[in-house]
């Protein structure tokens, strides 16, 4: 299938599954472990406090990276974000009238050079793996010196994590597998590390919780019990979020990477 092809197979998904996922993301118990998530991952980050920043969020969804930004790191935020789907882009409009969005492809959009202090771009590469690459440079290129690149993807540790994933992809209506990929760990750094990224922090947060907690829309029979239940199932996770062992077993990994205020010659 052309390229052409497959990011139109991929918007016309997206579009037909919108208003399921949006739904789902209101679940009580997937807010929770998302807050659990973010507080440990960001912890101490407090280098945007008592400023404005501008914000970018590629491949946006609903904007989750606005509310996670200014409930942890900045309250001031100018955002921008936008999608390739339309209907997400109408949806998040219509709740949100004011916000700065709107429909674009991000294999070919290119965002004003050196202007955003922020880009957040969650769980968007991996619907556009063939390019995922591209979209890190492009958006990479968008921060200002000193500027962060924080994102949150499907990674897999081992063999048996990605052949688990492609079989969930094959057979759950809530993905595409001809256009969905998830990617090793050491592919995902390398894409951020070529863009000229310098790393600041990583976690693998994809664990018992996230397992169970974090897309309770396609896997319902696993959003077991009440929020007692998913601090428990984190607190089992959270001694194993930046090791060797939490690596290898996660089905996803949150990275936090910095743009150098000066660049560094190949010399060192």
């Given at each position: 299938?052309?390229?052409?092809?497959?990011?139109?197979?991929?918007?016309?998904?997206?579009?037909?599954?919108?208003?399921?996922?949006?739904?789902?993301?209101?679940?009580?118990?997937?807010?929770?472990?998302?807050?659990?998530?973010?507080?440990?991952?960001?912890?101490?980050?407090?280098?945007?406090?008592?400023?404005?920043?501008?914000?970018?969020?590629?491949?946006?969804?609903?904007?989750?990276?606005?509310?996670?930004?200014?409930?942890?790191?900045c309250?001031?935020?100018?955002?921008?974000?936008?999608?390739?789907?339309?209907?997400v882009?109408?949806?998040?409009?219509?709740?949100?009238?004011?916000?700065?969005?709107?429909?674009?492809?991000?294999?070919?959009?290119?965002?004003?050079?050196?202007?955003?202090?922020?880009?957040?771009?969650?769980?968007g590469?991996?619907?556009?793996?063939?390019?995922?690459?591209?979209?890190?440079?492009?958006?990479?290129?968008?921060?200002?010196?000193?500027?962060?690149?924080?994102?949150?993807?499907?990674?897999?540790?081992?063999?048996?994590?990605?052949?688990?994933?492609?079989?969930?992809?094959?057979?759950?209506?809530?993905?595409?597998?001809?256009?969905?990929?998830?990617?090793?760990?050491?592919?995902?750094?390398?894409?951020?590390?070529?863009?000229?990224?310098?790393?600041?922090?990583?976690?693998?947060?994809?664990?018992?919780?996230?397992?169970?907690?974090?897309?309770?829309?396609?896997?319902?029979?696993?959003?077991?019990?009440?929020?007692?239940?998913?601090?428990?199932?984190?607190?089992?996770?959270?001694?194993?979020?930046?090791?060797?062992?939490?690596?290898?077993?996660?089905?996803?990994?949150?990275?936090?990477?910095?743009?150098?205020?000066?660049?560094?010659?190949?010399?060192?």
């Open positions: 299938m052309a390229d052409q092809d497959l990011r139109e197979r991929q918007r016309e998904h997206f579009n037909s599954i919108a208003g399921r996922y949006q739904a789902a993301r209101r679940n009580a118990n997937h807010l929770l472990l998302k807050d659990l998530m973010w507080a440990h991952a960001l912890r101490g980050m407090d280098r945007f406090r008592g400023q404005k920043v501008e914000v970018l969020e590629p491949l946006c969804g609903f904007a989750d990276g606005k509310s996670i930004i200014e409930r942890y790191l309250d001031n935020v100018e955002y921008s974000g936008y999608d390739y789907s339309e209907k882009i109408e949806l998040l409009k219509d709740q949100h009238p004011q916000i700065n969005c709107w429909t674009a492809d991000a294999t070919k959009f290119d965002p004003l050079p050196g202007h955003y202090d922020i880009v957040i771009l969650l769980g590469l991996h619907h556009v793996p063939d390019y995922a690459a591209l979209v890190v440079e492009k958006s990479a290129r968008a921060l200002k010196p000193g500027g962060i690149f924080i994102n949150l993807e499907p990674t897999s540790g081992n063999v048996v994590s990605r052949k688990i994933r492609e079989a969930i992809y094959r057979r759950n209506s809530l993905f595409d597998e001809r256009t969905e990929r998830d990617f090793g760990c050491g592919e995902l750094f390398a894409m951020f590390e070529n863009a000229g990224l310098r790393r600041l922090r990583i976690t693998h947060p994809g664990l018992l919780s996230y397992v169970l907690y974090y897309n309770p829309d396609a896997f319902p029979r696993l959003n077991l019990g009440g929020l007692g239940a998913v601090r428990r199932a984190f607190s089992v996770d959270k001694p194993f979020l930046e090791s060797a062992i939490g690596r290898f077993f996660s089905f996803a990994t949150l990275s936090v990477w910095e743009r150098p205020l000066q660049a560094t010659s190949a010399s060192g």
